[in-house]
């Protein structure tokens, strides 16, 4: 049964994200988790397919859209993002949001540890201060996730020369064309020194549900310098080919690899089907 949504549900996740801070501090000053950030081992940086479309495969065991979606531990991790890698997905994608998505740090460090170098990891948040920037790192992750919506340009401007600093991707992520002008304002100053992304979700921020067309509506006002990512509608390797015509050259997909009773084959299917419509249009 899908749980209730409600209208702010980013102001939402931003209070609780911040509260995270205020406690991850306490227990790691910033200064040494800086320190320690960059004393860690240098992650391995995302490399993109030069087919032309890649699927980044996500983890979560949880969505507020549609309830639990598989029960969470070290060992069910491991598996699954060991299984990514072996289909082809070019980089995983780890929630570590715990009150709305079950997850946690530890899914991180644990998929970091699964996939020994072979692919990146990404730090999917409600990320809204540098610091979780550095834990990302820390935990090994070569990416994070950043929401367009819910920080203002000067923050964003600092976390993405945090990543930047500590040779992390960042995926930029739109909900609408005001957002995708932010974006392509970042790009314009920041694509020189750091690695860009910019996505598309198009879910619906008040009733939580996919719509689908809007990534069709908006995919011609990403930038064309940096990669574009579908980041939600991509269910089925009919959904890959679709994004792939559109333009898009990843697809970010979570919630239907983690109910889908053949993951792998899932993934290997959309590969196979966004990368030959791409090839078709080359």
């Not at 939402?12 to 040494?32: D, K, N, W």
């Not at 969470?72 to 949001?97: F, K, P, Q, W």
């Not at 932010?182 to 690695?195: D, F, M, N, P, W």
């Amino acid at each position: 049964m899908s749980e209730s949504p409600g209208a702010d549900f980013l102001a939402g996740m931003a209070a609780s994200s911040r509260e995270r801070v205020v406690e991850a501090r306490t227990h790691l000053p910033e200064a040494e988790l800086r320190a320690r950030a960059a004393d860690s081992p240098l992650p391995p940086a995302l490399q993109l397919s030069a087919r032309r479309f890649d699927v980044i495969a996500e983890v979560k065991f949880r969505s507020p859209a549609s309830g639990k979606l598989r029960e969470g531990d070290e060992g069910s991790v491991m598996a699954r993002v060991a299984g990514y890698a072996e289909a082809g997905a070019v980089a995983v994608s780890v929630l570590t949001e715990p009150d709305r998505f079950d997850g946690s740090m530890t899914h991180l460090v644990t998929a970091v540890r699964a996939l020994t170098g072979r692919i990146p990891a990404m730090r999917k948040d409600f990320l809204v201060d540098p610091y979780q920037v550095y834990e990302a790192r820390l935990a090994g992750a070569s990416g994070v996730l950043l929401i367009l919506r819910m920080l203002d340009q000067p923050t964003l401007r600092e976390m993405v020369e945090c990543a930047a600093r500590l040779k992390l991707f960042v995926l930029l992520e739109a909900f609408d064309a005001a957002d995708i002008e932010r974006a392509a304002e970042l790009v314009r100053h920041y694509a020189s020194v750091a690695t860009l992304l910019v996505g598309v979700n198009c879910r619906d921020l008040v009733s939580l549900e996919v719509v689908p067309r809007r990534l069709d509506e908006l995919v011609h006002l990403l930038p064309d310098t940096v990669p574009r990512v579908a980041e939600s509608g991509v269910a089925t390797a009919a959904d890959a080919a679709r994004v792939a015509i559109a333009g898009y050259d990843v697809a970010l997909v979570g919630s239907a690899l983690m109910s889908a009773l053949e993951p792998l084959q899932l993934v290997r299917a959309m590969l196979s089907a966004g990368r030959m419509e791409r090839a078709r249009r080359s």
